[in-house]
Each structure stands twice: as structure tokens, then as C-alpha cells.
């Protein structure tokens, strides 16, 4: 071998590695700078836990809802689009109680993903006549009482945290502020109803326990836990007899029903039709708070006339 060659040999063993040094050093750094700047990715399973998710993880997250704004979830089951979708996120937030059973079907393929139960810690109450395979089943409604609202928004700032510790703080402090808010929430509802004589009132579907146990108010309804029941004639004419009984002089709906069923029942008792929002639907230029509000002067209008 001529010098020549030996040095163009010794030129490119060096050069190549180095070249290759580069590369990947430069490529790292990529990575390092994408990471430190990448949004977590987060699931909320509907509307309510959408806002209060994106609430507590601001500009951390991109969090996207997963039950489409607009679609009634109880009865909502996922495409094989949607659960391939949801093995992408770091995390997924549900509002639990089996309200998402369909849950169990991404966590049998996908074990990794941080699966976030709001209702952790909660005390549920059973639901009303709901026996399933021998099993007495919970009401899932706990996003309606704001003091069961304060936990569910701590226990998603626990998620966070624990998927994202070194922004741990910003988590605790947006879930702080919010919690301030459903405080004054709870205050308003308490000093607002505390003049009220009424106690009870007709909600269309059976999403107010934990709100009626929390204000001692209560809770009856047109039709059950699943707002997408069609109640029977029979149904209809006990619960015109109900309200006359109760002296009632307002028949609540919702969003995503038919008013019809609400406005038959007010049109025999000679009441009126207002909306008692069960807030599982998303509705433009509004959240959680202002519905909780509006929800308030509504029943307001049973419980203080
Ligand atoms: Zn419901």
C-alpha cells in the first residue's frame, strides 16, 4: 500500500465516525429539545372531564375529547378507529363508576397507558333499582355535585403529576384555582337554596342523587338512569299524579332529548318546561361552571315559588 492510499484509508476511518458522531449527537439533540417542549398527549372520555382535564393541564397537555362533542354517552361504544386512537395518548382520563365499560376493552390490549379513574376515593351511591349480573351497580353522576367535582380535579392533577413530575407544580396550582371556583360554586348553591321552602323537584333523567344527597333536596325523574328511555303511557300519567301530589310547577329536560315527553307532563299539570342540564354534552360558548349557574336559577324556580 502507497502512502497515498494509507492516508486515504486513515482520512475516511476518521472521518466516517466522526461524520456518524455528528449525526447522531445533532439527532439527540432533537430529541432532548422535542421532549422537553412535547405536549402530553390525554384522552378525556366526555365533555365534563374534557374541560376539567384541559383545566388542570393547560398548556401541557393536547388534550382531545374521546365520546364526540354533541353524542348522549351512556350508551356510547367505540369503533376499532377510536380504541386504535386512544393507544397513542400517554393517558386517558374516565369519570369511572362504569360509566365507560368500554374501558376494559383498551386496557386488554394495551396494559402501559395510564388509565385515570376520577371517581377514586369518592363514596358512590347505589344506583336506584340497577341490579346487573347480581352486582348492585353505582350512579356514575358525581361530576353534578361540585364538592365531588373538587376530588375528581384533584385526582387528575395526581395523574399528570405522576405521568409529568417535573411540571408537578403547575398541575397543583391550576387544580388549585379551579378548585377555589367550585368552592364559591358550592357556596352560591348552598346560600342561594338555603331560603328555598321546596325540597323536591322532577329531573328528566336520574343524574341529580349525588347533587340532591349533597343539598338536601330531592330527586325524582321522568325517566331512569339512561336518558335515552322511552317512558310508557302508564309511566307517564304516575308521574303527572306525582307532580300534582308533590305540587310541583316545573317539568325539567335536557339537551340531548326530546323535549316532547317533558312538555306532555307540563301541559296536563299546567307547568312549565325548563332544562336541568346533566352537562354529558358539550354546548358552545359555556362550561361547567356557567351551566351549574344556569342549572341553579332553574331549580330555583321549583324549589323557591
Ligand atoms: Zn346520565
Known amino acids: 500500500m502507497n502512502n497515498d492510499a494509507r492516508a ?22 432533537n430529541v432532548t429539545g422535542f421532549s422537553e417542549k412535547r405536549q402530553l398527549k390525554v384522552l378525556a372520555s366526555f365533555y365534563p372531564l374534557y374541560e376539567f382535564t384541559k383545566i388542570v393541564g393547560g398548556e401541557r397537555i393536547d388534550v382531545s375529547i374521546i365520546i364526540p362533542p354533541g353524542i ?78 373538587k376530588k375528581q380535579i384533584q385526582n387528575i392533577a395526581n395523574g399528570l403529576i405522576k405521568i409529568d413530575p417535573q411540571n408537578a407544580d403547575y398541575y397543583q396550582e391550576n387544580a388549585n384555582a379551579y378548585t377555589t371556583k367550585l368552592i364559591l360554586l358550592d357556596n352560591k348553591i348552598r346560600n342561594d337554596l338555603s331560603v328555598c321552602l321546596k325540597k323536591d323537584f322532577l329531573a328528566f333523567h336520574d343524574a341529580f342523587s349525588y347533587f340532591a344527597k349533597e343539598y338536601d333536596l330531592n330527586q325524582n325523574t321522568i325517566i331512569g338512569i339512561n336518558p335515552s328511555e322511552e317512558p310508557t303511557a302508564v309511566t307517564l300519567q304516575q308521574i303527572v299524579q306525582k307532580a300534582q301530589n308533590l305540587d310541583l310547577h316545573i317539568i ?22 325548563l332544562t336541568l342540564s346533566p352537562i354529558e354534552i358539550h354546548e358552545k360558548n359555556s362550561n361547567y361552571i356557567k351551566r351549574m349557574e344556569q342549572n341553579l336559577l332553574n331549580l330555583k324556580e321549583e324549589l323557591c315559588s
Not at 486515504?8 to 439527540?28: C, D, G, K, Q, R
Not at 397507558?113 to 377514586?120: A, F, V
Not at 325539567?252 to 318546561?273: L, Q
Open 8 to 29: 486515504a484509508i486513515l482520512a475516511i476511518s476518521l472521518v466516517i465516525p466522526l461524520s456518524i458522531f455528528i449525526l447522531w449527537s445533532s439527532e439527540n439533540n
Open 72 to 149: 348522549e354517552p351512556h350508551e356510547w361504544e367505540p369503533t376499532i378507529q377510536d380504541l386504535q386512537k386512544m393507544q397513542s395518548a400517554d393517558m386517558i382520563v374516565i369519570n369511572g363508576v362504569d360509566f365507560e365499560p368500554w374501558i376494559t376493552k383498551l386496557v386488554s390490549v394495551n396494559h402501559d397507558i395510564l388509565i385515570l379513574d376520577t371517581s377514586n376515593g369518592i363514596p358512590l351511591l347505589e344506583k336506584d333499582k340497577h341490579v346487573f349480573n347480581n352486582k348492585i351497580q353505582n350512579d356514575p353522576h358525581i361530576w353534578l355535585d361540585p364538592v365531588l367535582a
Open 252 to 273: 325539567f329536560t335536557e339537551e340531548a332529548v326530546n323535549p316532547r315527553v317533558s312538555e306532555v307532563i307540563a301541559d296536563e299539570i299546567g307547568g312549565k318546561v
